[in-house]
Structures are given as structure tokens and as C-alpha cells.
């Protein structure tokens, strides 16, 4: 599943993210990466565990909290600390599949990288190329947001970030270790989930909506892993 999940942030915590990383120590991406990443990685991360990224990364993961279609789409047990990267003059990401497993730094935390989310923070019109793009079974996407915007797919997935040939992108990008594995099950209770909700908005308190609520919730319980 590919998601779009719009208005993560509003224009002021855009700004606010934005003015803070203005000041952050931005060095060379390669840093975070495998001998197979830094064949094809060129550009700028602000360093793990930096203050401000630590800073804006909180404003990011308390967003997602009240954020209700990331919560049900990526059913989120473990969420890596947001990561910062900037790409421009012609810098890119060619194409990779994330690692399996996140080790947070200076801890013992692991993470299993269920699905991969990046959080843009620049307007589109702000720069050019730079577009996410995604291989799945049902093809190529290119992914391009407002700043604000998010979009979440699976961690699996072949992608690469195409080079940014005037302006900058910078980003938020992280990973979610799911209570759900599998994406196909995420999916399929993402999609009875938001059925409910439409549901209950027509015909609340309507017994056959409690009873798919039911269904939803024994599915999950069925599938999670907590």
C-alpha cells in the first residue's frame, strides 16, 4: 500500500521545522548507509541524535499521534526517531530497498522496518526533480507533496529519489515497525476501518456496523503482533 496522509503538519510547524533545521550540522548522507548505499546515495543528513533533529522530530512524532489515517493505515507499534535529509545540485538516492532493521542510536532499541514514510517540507514549486519514487506489483509511482504532506509505503519496495536540479528538498524520512506484518493485512483493515466510519456516519448505532466493528477488531487481534 502506497498512502498519501495530507496536512501531517500545518504551515506553521512547516516554518517552525523548517527555521530550526536552518540551524542544524547537515553532513554527507553516506555516513548512514551500507557499502551497497553509498554506491548510490549522494546528499546531506542532519547526524542521529543532532538536538534540533531531535527537537523537530518531536513536533513530527506528536503530529502523528493525533494523526487518526496514519494510525490506521500503519497500526504503528514502534516508530524510529524522524531523520533529515536535503538534497540539491543535482544530488540523488538511486535505487535501493531500505534495511530490514533499525538500530536506534546510542541504545539497545531495534526497530523492524515494516514501512518507510517521508515527511516532505518543501513546497513542490520550491525545487525541481526530487521525486520519490516507488516499484510495486502495480508499477512505478513518483511521489511529489505539498510540504506537510506524507506519504507512507512498504519498506520492501525498490525506490530512489530522482536528482534535484534546482532548489532543495528537504525531508523528514523514518520507519514504523507495525503491529501488523504483513501489508496486505494492513490494507484489508484499513479499508474495513475507514468503511466502518462511513458507515456509522450514515447509520449510526446501526447493528451490522457494530458487528464489522467487531470483525475489525478480531481481525487485529487475530494478526497483531505486540
Known amino acids: ?12 510547524q ?23 548505499g553509498e554506491k548510490v546515495k549522494r546528499n546531506r543528513q542532519v547526524p542521529e541524535g543532532h538536538p534540533i533533529g531531535r527537537e523537530v522530530g518531536d513536533i513530527i512524532l506528536a503530529a502523528l499521534e493525533r494523526n487518526a489515517l496514519f494510525i490506521s493505515a500503519a ?11 536535503c538534497y540539491e545540485g543535482g544530488e540523488t538516492y ?26 516532505f517540507l518543501t513546497a513542490p514549486e520550491d525545487y525541481d526533480g526530487g521525486e520519490l519514487t516507488v516499484e510495486d506489483r502495480y508499477g512505478v509511482h513518483k511521489v511529489k507533496l505539498p510540504a506537510g504532506d506524507m506519504v507512507l509505503y512498504p519498506s520492501s519496495s525498490l525506490h530512489h529519489v530522482t536528482p534535484v536540479t534546482r532548489g532543495a528538498r528537504i525531508s523528514s524520512f523514518f520507519w514504523i515497525q507495525s503491529m501488523v506484518r504483513e501489508d496486505d493485512r494492513r490494507t484489508m483493515l484499513l479499508d474495513l476501518d475507514t468503511s466502518i ?28 503482533d505486540t
Open 1 to 12: 500500500m502506497l498512502l498519501q496522509v495530507p496536512k501531517v503538519l500545518t504551515p506553521e
Open 14 to 36: 512547516v516554518a517552525q521545522c523548517r527555521a530550526a533545521l536552518a540551524r542544524a550540522d547537515w553532513t554527507d548522507g553516506r555516513a548512514t548507509v551500507g557499502h551497497l
Open 75 to 85: 497500526l504503528p507499534l514502534k516508530v524510529c526517531p524522524p531523520l533529515f535529509n
Open 94 to 119: 538511486g535505487t535501493h530497498i531500505d534495511g530490514s532493521v533499525y538500530s536506534v542510536k546510542g541504545t539497545m532499541h531495534r526497530i523492524r522496518t515494516d514501512i518507510s514514510a517521508t515527511l
Open 197 to 224: 466510519q462511513q458507515l456509522n456516519r450514515l447509520v449510526p448505532d446501526e447493528k451490522s456496523v457494530i458487528q464489522l466493528a467487531g470483525v475489525y477488531h478480531n481481525l487485529l487481534r487475530l494478526w497483531s
